[in-house]
């Protein structure tokens, strides 16, 4: 089945540092994954999306992501986190009628 | 000028009431989804439909019944609400042919609190 994973429920960072949160997919075909980010109370916004050619894609924000076929990753970076970034970050893999998403990693920033 | 807006945001009913929540999108997509967030965050699709067709319906227990009027409007009525249905709504709208490329656009939910 379709699927992916966020292997990091919660990750705690301090403000400026660099930040890496995972995903892994499974998929049998090309995958099209997303990285959506919601704050406190609020709706998902996109960040980000991959479906094919350059796998290094940059998004919103300041984030960008890499797809890595060979580890089945689409791993969201920020080379430096801002307070205002902490939420729920949620990597999602999709078809044109379905979007399935993985449990979410937590973002706290400490100042 | 807001894409997909739901009403109400919040919500909060007694056991075994009837209840309905709106959603509408000004975006021009031909799909729209509702989708279930849970305690701990999990989001889980619920129901699709392209152009006021059900295309997928994912083991809903059948006290939940969508309906879209037009492409522009899906609503969602459940029958005697349970505890357990206690979450946040998400209202998700793309253009099936595009969703891949442009992704999702979703609505702000709708808190759902069964007393």
């Known amino acids: 089945a379709q699927s992916v994973t966020q292997p990091d429920i919660h990750i705690t960072v301090s403000e400026g540092a660099s930040l890496e949160l995972r995903c892994n997919y499974s998929?049998?075909?090309?995958?099209?994954l997303f990285w959506y980010v919601q704050s406190p109370g609020q709706g998902l916004q996109l960040l980000l999306k991959?479906?094919?050619?350059?796998?290094l894609v940059q998004g919103i924000k300041g984030f960008e992501a890499e797809f890595k076929r060979s580890q089945s990753s689409f791993n969201l970076r920020k080379p430096s986190v801002h307070w205002s970034d902490a939420a729920e970050y949620f990597c999602?893999?999709?078809?044109?009628?379905?979007?399935?998403f993985g449990k979410g990693t937590l973002l706290t920033v400490n100042p | 000028d807001t894409a997909v807006s739901q009403t109400p945001k919040y919500l909060v009913t007694q056991m075994g009431n009837d209840k309905s929540i709106k959603c509408e999108q000004n975006l021009g997509h031909d799909t729209m989804y509702w989708y279930k967030q849970d305690s701990k965050k999990f989001l889980k699709i619920m129901f699709s439909y392209n152009n006021k067709e059900l295309i997928i319906n994912e083991t809903v227990p059948n006290r939940f019944s969508p309906k879209s009027p037009d492409k522009a409007h899906l609503n969602l009525h459940i029958n005697s609400l349970e505890l357990g249905d206690s979450a946040v709504y998400f209202c998700a709208s793309s253009q099936a042919d595009r969703a891949i490329y442009y992704g999702y656009t979703f609505g702000s939910g709708t808190r759902l609190t069964v007393v």
């Open positions: 991959y479906f094919s050619g350059d796998t």
């Open positions: 999602a893999g999709g078809s044109n009628y379905k979007l399935t």
């Open positions: 998929y049998g075909a090309t995958p099209y």
